[in-house]
């Protein structure tokens, strides 16, 4: 994929999951430098390739997410991906794991956009990929905080398109279903690997595609979503009182 041959490209979360699979997919297809982040570097896997940079991150510290705008302000494409799933629904329980989402998913990866919006305006043509979830058409009620917190990341993603667009800064929000990641431990769905996603992801924002689903079950209930947005409230009520 030619778009990121040569490229520098900066990924939050780095150490697990789809961010791990996304710094393996994109040494793959020819990145010139990856600044691999994650908030322990204990964690980080060894890639074993001159091309990694690890950098200590996490994305809610501001004083950090500072100091990381200038040791990768050369920078070309910022991939927010770091996210955290907070269980709950919005009329029971503790309501700490909604504010941990929002705190992470949302005004975490506002941080990121803010300090790297003139990075990537400096390095232009440039871009930034959030990944952000299904969630944000409908909720699934024992998910609620999560799926407000990517709602409103998935708002902030198309302002942030919208601002940059004329900057030559292209945006893309990737919202995946279920993948089989930490995040989703303990479930029994079908579920594709975070690997196998992640080529989808780079495979869908090389073909210029903004608003990516990279999965079976995500474009699924995106097509009931578009068909009628009662449509996907339908199939998460199902799940949801089946759950219980
Ligand atoms: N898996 C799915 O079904 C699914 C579906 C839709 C969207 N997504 C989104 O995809 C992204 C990656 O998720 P995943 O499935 O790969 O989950 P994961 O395996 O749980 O990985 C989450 C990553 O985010 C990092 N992280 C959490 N809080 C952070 C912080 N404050 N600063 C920096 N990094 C932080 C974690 O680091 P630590 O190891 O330090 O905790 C970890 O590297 C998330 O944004 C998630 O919401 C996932």
Redesign the pocket.
């Known amino acids: 994929m030619q778009i990121f041959k040569d490229k520098v490209i900066l990924v939050?979360?780095?150490?697990?999951?789809?961010?791990?699979s996304l710094v393996t997919a994109l040494l793959n297809n020819g990145a010139g430098k990856i600044y691999a982040?994650?908030?322990?570097l204990k964690?980080m896997p060894v890639f074993a390739d001159d091309r990694i940079v690890p950098l200590q991150?996490?994305?809610?510290d501001i004083k950090q997410v500072a100091r990381i705008a200038v040791a990768a302000s050369d920078t070309e494409i910022l991939i927010n991906?770091?996210?955290?799933?907070s269980p709950g629904n919005i009329l029971q329980g503790e309501p700490s794991g909604m504010e941990k989402d929002l705190e992470?998913?949302y005004f975490?990866t506002i941080k990121m956009m803010r300090a790297f919006a003139p990075i990537l305006m400096k390095n232009k043509p440039a871009i930034m990929i959030n990944?952000?979830?299904?969630?944000v058409y409908s909720p699934l009620p024992s998910i609620a905080g999560?799926a407000a917190s990517?709602a409103a990341l998935y708002s902030a993603t198309q302002s942030v398109r919208i601002e940059l667009a004329k900057k030559d800064v292209t945006v893309y929000a990737?919202?995946?279903?279920?993948?089989?990641?930490?995040?989703?431990k303990g479930s029994d769905w079908d579920?594709p690997d975070?690997d196998s996603t992640a080529i989808k992801i780079l495979e869908s924002v090389a073909s210029g595609k903004l608003d990516i689903i990279p999965d079976v079950m995500g474009q699924g209930m995106y097509t009931a979503w578009r068909e009628e947005p009662m449509k996907l409230s339908k199939i998460f009520s199902d799940l949801y009182h089946v759950e219980k």
């Open positions: 939050t979360g780095a150490n697990r999951g789809i961010g791990k982040s994650c908030r322990d964690k991150l996490d994305i809610t991906n770091a996210g955290t799933l992470v998913n975490g990944i952000v979830s299904i969630a999560y990517k990737v919202n995946p279903g279920a993948i089989d990641t930490d995040m989703n579920m975070p």
